[in-house]
């Protein structure tokens, strides 16, 4: 990967899955890495295993949420590093999931705090960010949506308007300022095999989408994490506003 070593990046949702996945794989690329979690002691297992490799990490809480806790993020690293060269957003309240159901039947508080979390927390982290990237002429910012905002399917109305809601933020933020050197994009990942969900996931769920797929095999959080490192380092230099699709050709587009 070219362009990444030196970078100061940070992820938000890194503590476990895809973030630290993620995380781990941009200190390979000689990043400098800010691993952020609402469960601290998680980013900071994290950032020391890292560290322990012989990457660049340091962990540090932040609950997307709440505001008052993204602006400590945002100025801790500001403070310690002086900037910000992108940021992976990756928090979801996957437990708000568990309790989706259709616009009919789900409590307006499962609602709520689904967009809380997925929409209002990634405007949060943007909105506290972009002072650090437009200081420097610029960075990239990659979200983490999913292939729901797009299946319509017939469950997790919550879920689906939340992150249809992240692409349009996404194409707000890589439009209006993208003349100052930001670059915005979202990656829709297919059902991923986190360590996390490997342990509880049926054999017959498994082979069910595998047969939706044009893949031989599921995805792992190391393939949503290649897709994050390419679109931050100098090699995306010339893609933003795009939702990319990583999901074994579960979806075509």
């Known amino acids: 990967m070219r362009g990444l070593k030196g970078k100061r990046v940070a992820v938000v949702g890194a503590a476990s899955g895809i973030g630290a996945a993620t995380a781990r794989r941009l200190a390979e690329e000689a990043a400098t890495v800010v691993v952020a979690d609402i469960n601290a002691a998680g980013a900071a297992a994290v950032a020391g295993t890292i560290a322990a490799a012989g990457g660049d990490a340091v962990g540090h809480p932040c609950d997307i949420a709440d505001e008052a806790s993204v602006r400590r993020l945002m100025h801790f690293i500001g403070e310690r590093y002086g900037g910000l060269d992108g940021l992976h957003i990756n928090a979801a309240d996957m437990q708000a999931l568990q309790s989706d159901t259709d616009a009919l039947d789900v409590s307006l508080e499962i609602f709520d705090r689904t967009l809380a979390v997925n929409l209002r927390g990634h405007l949060l982290c943007t909105r506290h960010a972009l002072p650090l990237l437009l200081r420097q002429g610029g960075g990239a910012i990659v979200y983490t949506s999913s292939g729901a905002a797009d299946f319509g399917e017939p469950t997790r109305v919550s879920y689906a308007v939340s992150k249809s809601g992240l692409h349009a933020l996404m194409r ?19 059902l991923v095999i986190t360590e996390q969900l490997r342990e509880h996931f049926p054999e017959s769920l498994r082979q069910a989408t595998l047969a939706v797929t044009r893949s031989p095999r599921l995805g792992t959080s190391e393939d949503i994490a290649a897709m994050v490192a390419m679109l931050m380092s100098d090699d995306g230099a010339w893609v933003t506003g795009q939702v990319i699709g990583v999901d074994g050709g579960a979806m075509l587009r």
């Not at 707000?172 to 297919?190: T, Y």
């Open 172 to 190: 707000h933020v890589a439009s209006r300022w993208g003349k100052d050197g930001v670059r915005a994009n979202a990656i829709a990942p297919g």
